[in-house]
């Protein structure tokens, strides 16, 4: 059950309760937060449409937010837009690694090594920041995008769609697959944007998305040399 109260003028937010494990309800439940930008035509109103920004870490409550500006508004006359913060994410049982000086200076560190000594610092880092992880969060195998796509069928059911009506971006289309995977008989209408492959391993998507990285770059300094007020070097 859905407790809607108003929130930032003209959306609904309310919070879910889904479980932990959906293999051992016995662990207990994360709180998922959600927001709702009701549909502007309600007599022509279709069903809910949850979105996910990508990430993964993106907020899908701050996403649904700002429907109005993302939103055709043929679309936001039909649909209930609906978003919500994955679990691990935002205001939904957040993932807490470090103190706000460690996270400072993760930040601050080198993550281009030039050489073995700085790789081999990199990767203890790397390490440690895990270890950190998994001492100060409870339960961090849970915060799987199996379950995150459970929950948004949990999602689904209690806002009383019989079908999923999804857009994903990013990292979203990757939940939206493993959603589909999962609940096949609950498809409704699913917008997959910027599709990454669910079957790639993750130096595979890491490559891939250098090698696109590295194409938009050279096709805007290609473009800026081509006009006179270009900052760039014309070497």
């Known amino acids: 059950k859905l407790d809607w109260a108003t929130c930032y003028e003209d959306f609904e937010c309310t919070d879910l309760r889904v479980p932990i494990d959906y293999a051992d309800l016995t662990v207990g439940t994360f709180k998922i937060a959600v927001l709702r930008y009701k549909a502007q035509d309600p007599k022509n109103r279709i069903g809910s449409l949850i979105v996910n920004p990508g990430g993964p870490g993106g907020s ?59 790789f081999e610092t990199l990767v203890k880092e790397a390490q440690d920041y895990v270890a ?21 069928d949990v999602i689904r059911a209690v806002l009383g769609d019989e079908k999923l009506n999804y857009l994903g971006k990013s990292y979203g289309t990757y939940l939206g697959t493993i959603y589909a995977q999962l609940f096949p008989d609950t498809v409704g209408r699913v917008v997959l944007d910027g599709a990454i492959d669910p079957d790639a391993t993750p130096l595979q998507q890491s490559l891939t998305q250098a090698v696109g990285f590295d194409q938009a770059l050279g096709a805007f300094i290609e473009d800026c040399l081509q006009i006179d007020t270009c900052p760039l070097p014309k070497d």
């Open 60 to 118: 899908g409550v701050d996403y649904a937010y700002n429907a109005e500006y993302v939103f055709d508004p043929d679309v936001l006359d039909r649909y209930d837009i609906v978003g919500f913060d994955p679990r691990g994410v935002g205001r939904s049982a957040p993932i807490r690694c470090l103190t706000d000086d460690e996270t400072d200076a993760n930040y601050a560190s080198d993550s281009k090594p030039d050489n073995a000594q700085e």
């Open 132 to 152: 950190k992880c998994e001492k100060n969060t409870k339960n961090l195998t849970a915060y799987s995008t199996e379950n995150t796509a459970r929950d948004m």
